[in-house]
């Protein structure tokens, strides 16, 4: 028998009393649960890669938008592992030259997932970039010296966020004019992945072996990954050289599963009137849109038709229609979407709207006071915008203040065809003139900028 009054034994069969959590526990605990969520949404929307894209500049279209990529899509909330020097820009940095004639070939294999040692071309000069997760992205652009004007199109990968970057397999495309070529690329893993702008190819294989794709009724001047499948707007347009995507008279959306080859168009996404790159905006879950000829549609990605929204009496003046006279951007975080209007084409016109119900009701969040013409547009989640223009980046935390971002150095002449987020604290911007042969990184949310060099 033990002794009742051994303490070990009393301590023992004592009841315990949890002792409570430190103030304010519980309040942290629910703030990151709804962190995870959101990522976890984020996730969602921007399917199994996180994309973001630019093209080379085009002249105005009708809309009075320029040529630009995809709007950027959130994808995370990792940030990369190490930290960058800044690097200081110069106003007109000679592009570097190899001394070969033509630039070497690639190796056999090279591709997104296995991008072997070769460095990028040589004087490498981008026009677009993708990622398809935290640190895995590519760009496609043009060698800095020794090609045919037919087949004048270089693709480098990276797997450290920009910090380097190694040669792959490219389509053997040159670059825009008129109804070919190409000057934009996505990925939606490391092996599905199309190069278009206005022609389009295609690659099953990471970018090792790229094959055009034909049979559709017009340019390829749009096109975005999410959830297994790419959706691409085709018009029908008459601009010559790199103009692709100007003199558009008609549009429609097109669908096709990765893997199968084959496209469909899609229903109640079509139209007359000019449509623009970077229109296109989908998301994993809940609706996608696409803004063309002044119109808003709206639909998923996996399936079905999509439709014209209605927009309310009183909505922004560049929907419903009527085309306005500057930029038509939108970008969605989520739950809201944004659009960047311009109807009258006066300086300081500008103004940025957001509704909350998919583009039916919209409220006017003020004037951006940004300098330059507007030429793309993307949202982070939690209230921040960002703006690219021919003058720079501006940056939002709210939607409603706005100043310059941070640029190390001087910023790039002509400014800047591109801003997106692939992360919630990274993202990239594409500068207008490809010759810098650079892209630019975020590490904080959009707030400052830093070059960084391919090749």
């Given amino acids: 028998m033990s002794d009742p009054t051994d303490p070990v034994e009393a301590w023992l069969g004592a009841d315990v009393e949890l002792m409570p959590p430190p103030p304010g526990q519980f309040a942290r605990v629910r703030r990151r649960a709804r962190r995870r969520r959101a990522a976890r949404a984020l996730s969602a929307t921007a399917g199994a890669a996180a994309v973001v894209a630019a093209a080379v500049i085009v002249p105005q279209v ?16 990792s940030s990369p592992p190490h930290t960058r020097a800044p690097r200081h820009h110069t106003a007109s940095p000679s592009p570097r030259r190899s001394p070969a004639t033509r630039p070497a070939k690639v190796p056999p294999g090279a591709s997104l997932a296995s991008p ?79 190069a278009y702008g206005p022609a389009l190819y295609a690659t ?14 017009g340019r390829v001047i749009d096109l975005s990954t999410v959830n297994g499948a790419a959706l691409a707007v085709v018009a029908t347009c008459s601009g010559s050289g790199a103009a692709y995507a100007s003199g558009c008279t008609s549009f429609a959306l097109y669908r096709t599963t990765a893997g199968t080859g084959r496209w469909h168009r899609v229903a109640g996404a079509a139209g007359a009137g000019a449509a623009a790159p970077g229109g296109l905006q989908l998301a994993g879950s809940g609706p996608s849109y696409l803004l063309a000829g002044g119109l808003l549609f709206s639909g998923q990605v996996t399936g079905g038709a999509w439709h014209r929204v209605a927009v309310a009496a009183g909505g922004p003046p560049c929907l419903g229609g009527a085309n306005g006279h500057g930029p038509e951007l939108i970008a969605p975080d989520g739950g809201l979407l944004y659009l960047a209007c311009d109807a009258t084409g006066r300086a300081g016109s500008l103004a940025l709207y957001s509704s909350g119900d998919g583009g039916k009701d919209w409220q006017r969040d003020g004037a951006i006071p940004a300098r330059g013409t507007a030429r793309s547009l993307a949202a982070i989640p939690g209230g921040a915008v960002l703006l690219a ?25 002509g400014g800047f065809s591109f801003v997106g987020m692939t992360l919630i604290a990274q993202g990239v911007a594409v500068p207008a003139r490809s010759s810098l ?8 949310g959009g707030s400052s900028w830093s070059p960084e060099r391919i090749g």
């Fill in 62 to 77: 009708v809309s009075g938008l320029p040529g630009h990529g995809n709007p950027a899509n959130v994808g995370g909330t």
């Fill in 116 to 194: 072997g040692a070769q460095a990028a071309a040589a004087g490498f000069r981008p026009t677009s970039v993708t990622f398809i997760g935290g640190y895995t992205g590519a760009v496609l652009g043009r060698p800095g010296t020794g090609c045919s004007p037919a087949a004048c199109t270089a693709v480098a990968a990276t797997h450290d966020y920009g910090t380097g970057w190694t040669a792959i397999g490219a389509p053997a495309a040159g670059a825009p004019d008129g109804s070919s070529g190409v000057s934009q690329i996505r990925f939606l893993n490391q092996d599905y992945g199309w």
């Fill in 204 to 217: 099953a294989d990471g970018g090792a072996r790229w094959h055009q794709v034909t049979g559709l009724p």
């Fill in 389 to 413: 223009t021919t003058s720079g980046i501006y940056y939002s935390p709210d939607a409603t203040n706005w100043r310059p971002a941070g640029l190390s150095g001087t910023a790039p002449p």
């Fill in 437 to 444: 042969g650079e892209i630019y990184i975020t590490q904080d």
